[in-house]
């Protein structure tokens, strides 16, 4: 099992950016494949962006192509979420997650996940 930390979210003009990053611990970081989700209030948790174990490869929702970009420090154990242009509708509580199997290429599907973090909100306002 990994832990997962999450912290960078706060409140920010629409337009502004944030860095959300994702500390892991407990198992070997560098060969699991991570994301990030995230979940508006009244709705279901949606994937925003997933990036392999190797970091060569990575997946984005389509509402946030081109804004933001998921990268990842083994080194560091960090998974970072970089978010510019940022939308009202980019308000959610985001979490990260590891991905269950070793050598994950990435995957835009929550239950492929195992281990997640409790979530930093992020709030864009108008």
């Known amino acids: 099992q990994v832990q997962l930390v999450e912290s960078g979210g706060g409140l920010v003009q629409a337009g502004g950016s944030l860095r959300l990053s994702c500390a892991a611990s407990?198992?070997?970081?560098?060969?699991?494949?991570m994301g990030w989700f995230r979940q508006a209030p009244g709705k279901e948790r949606e994937f925003v962006a997933s990036?392999?174990?190797?970091?060569?490869?990575?997946y984005y929702r389509d509402s946030v192509k081109g804004r933001f970009t998921i990268s990842r420090d083994n080194a560091k154990n960090t998974v970072y979420l970089q978010m510019n242009s940022l939308k009202p509708e980019d308000t959610a509580v985001y979490f990260c997650?590891?991905?269950?199997?070793?050598?994950?290429?990435?995957?835009?599907?929550?239950?492929?996940?195992?281990?997640w973090g409790q979530g930093t909100q992020v709030t864009v306002s108008s």
């Open positions: 990036i392999s174990w190797s970091g060569s490869r990575t």
């Open positions: 407990g198992r070997t970081f560098s060969i699991y494949g």
């Open positions: 997650a590891a991905e269950r199997n070793k050598y994950g290429l990435g995957s835009e599907t929550a239950a492929d996940f195992g281990s």
